[in-house]
């Protein structure tokens, strides 16, 4: 079950895997995830559904590896079958032709943009992309963005591919500039989101974020991905992945993310030299 | 000259000091001399009164003679009749408020152990590999559907494919068992006993398809074509929070994530397996219900030194079964009666430190008949913890009625049924804990049983 039919290399430790899951494929939409299992004793992770093609019955990931089921998993190959893989899960984009978007997309954050920019563009949005990375090796996805964009524009720290600089300095640039911004889309590292939504509410521009805590059952039964949105207590794994920018407690989200980083450096390490034992 | 009636055979357990460091079962389950031992305590009443005390109606002095006959198998069978899971009912059900409290003996004695004696059959069933598939009926040609393969859905699965019906539960999870795997900890419940009952259903025919959330992959309107009739029994698969300041510190954690990390995930093997749980050393668990005590069992066996139990109410409101009251405190974990947090307190890093409580006294009942608890002003104190464990209920999870709205739902999420669990939507039934809130395997199991009785019924009179 799940088998990985197509597994393609992005960018240094970031992979892209179309699984054959049919049912998943036909149903899902723009802004939903999945929890996987990469093997019968890992943990329950979430990732975005980046595509899908419903009529072939496969759906698109991108990983990151950071820790041991994302190193796991991007050890995977072609025709290696994942343990379990649940889905569609959360809230669809709501989406609306609410005239220009500007979508920006921080390091494997691109990933989860590509299918809400495709989908706000064929329902008649003019859309601008922001994409960054910290370095030109690590910008992903150029071509599917570059596909569903009217205007793209890129960002490295280094400056070694497009501007020099982060996707906040970009999108001070564009407001500068003056075009009429009716949505902001960002998703990206927590902080990216933080501050984009920072620069966006001083313009009052709509803003919409896509939340990644940590999950468990992903179905709003066990409550570890709650966030504080505004006064209220909402499940990302439900109430969202997306939510208003402007409203979201993002110090506590950082905080409650990094709450296992203790179990997850061992994890890593002890995988690391397993791995590394292995290919000796 | 009075008759002697001796007392209960007395359950073999591990110590309290051996068990803590283990996730090994507690009772270790009669031996074939103390079953007989015991069941001949049963003096075969002319009109027994045990059996209108099992939600299932299960034909106990006949199991309980064909123990006495040594015809162990035949007496799983016999159970089998009514309850497709004994020995999972051996184990959990709270008998002392059912069977065992009819029976006419506990009056002046102690009852037979009924329970006890449910479970020696069954384990010596599965054991000595006697297990029988029953006949069952050529298919009729009708699939039927069940959401949720907890104990609800699994013996409405098993009935139906008793009455010839194909039965396809549809799984959100990646294993099937609903509370019966992610919520009873191992030492209560072991999963391999559980996979050995799901085992014998899928033998009756009951398909489960795991990893299907019915509400996203597929809607119940998408269901029904395929479908003649629906069963929803999800669960109670809402956590309750207090709602207090600093809920969000790390270190807090609802019980249905802290034992679904446990159980269902086996994070008291992280290292073999990957879900991990925070480090543990002086725990707070809030509320006193099983879920609390399986917690705080679970929690002093991943290496907590201290365990507290914080309710608002006493001990004599206490909702867990005596048993499991008893197995926690012979562990060590200490209680806190009339006593409710009133706020978390953190540390820099966001981690809890410590709990603000204040103590309570009881007034009047309330709405659920037990007494409402009151603070006493002015007696706030601060209870030094790293984790609190929130196990103060569990509610409906929307997920599936928001997504089906022409199923009529009360106030607070519960679906509404009629006397023979239809729901407002033609060919949709539901029971279990998404009907009722929180309440036991058993009466789960009964409603599967009546749900499916209903569904029969429904389909022959079109």
Known sequence: MYKIIRKKKLAPLVCLFDI?????????KAGQFVIIIVNEKGERIPLT???ANPIEGWITIVCQAVGKSTYTLNDMKASDELFSVVGPLGQPTHIEKYGTCVCVGGGVGIAPVYPIAEAMKNCGNKIISILGARTKDLLIMEDYMRKVSDEIIITTDDGSYGKKGLVTDALQELINRGDKIDLVLAIGPVIMMKYVSLLTKKYNIK???????????GTGMCGVCRVTLGEERKFACVDGPEFD???????E????????????KIALENYLKQRNQKCL | MAIEIKPKVAMPEQSPEARIKNFNEVPLGYTEKMAQEEAVRCIMCKKPQCISGCPVEIDIPAFIQLIIEGKYAESARKIKET?????????????????????VLSKKFQPVAIGRLERFVADYEREHNLVEIPKIPKWNGKKVAIIGSGPGGLTCAGDLALMGYKATIFEALHQPGGVLIYGIPEFRLPKEILRAEVGYLQKLGAEIKTNYVIGKIKTIDEILKEYVAVFICTGAGLPVFMGIEGENSAGIYSANEFLTRVNLMRAYRFGEYDTPVLDMKRVAVLGAGNTAMDAARCSLRLGAEEVLLVYRRSRTEAPARIEEIHHAEEEGIKFHFLTNPTRYISAGNG?????????????EPDSSGRRRPIPIQGSEFIMEVDTVLV???AGANPLLTKATPDIAVDKKGYIIIDEELRTSKKWVYAGGDIVTGSATVIEAMGSGKRAARTIDKDLKSI
């Open chain 1, 20 to 28: 054959l899951a049919p049912d998943i494929a036909k149903k899902h």
């Open chain 1, 49 to 51: 559904i980046a595509d």
């Open chain 1, 207 to 217: 803003t919409m974020v896509s939340l990644n805590p940590i999950m468990v059952d």
């Open chain 1, 245 to 251: 920018g402007h409203l979201v407690n993002y110090d």
């Open chain 1, 253 to 264: 989200l950082m905080m409650r993310m990094s709450m296992y980083k203790n179990k997850e």
């Open chain 2, 83 to 103: 309850n497709t899971l004994p020995a999972i009912c051996g184990r959990v059900c709270p008998q002392e408020t059912q069977c065992e409290l009819k029976c």
């Open chain 2, 351 to 363: 981690h809890i430190k410590a709990m603000e409580c204040l103590r309570m006294e009881l007034g």
């Open chain 2, 391 to 393: 196990a103060i209920g």
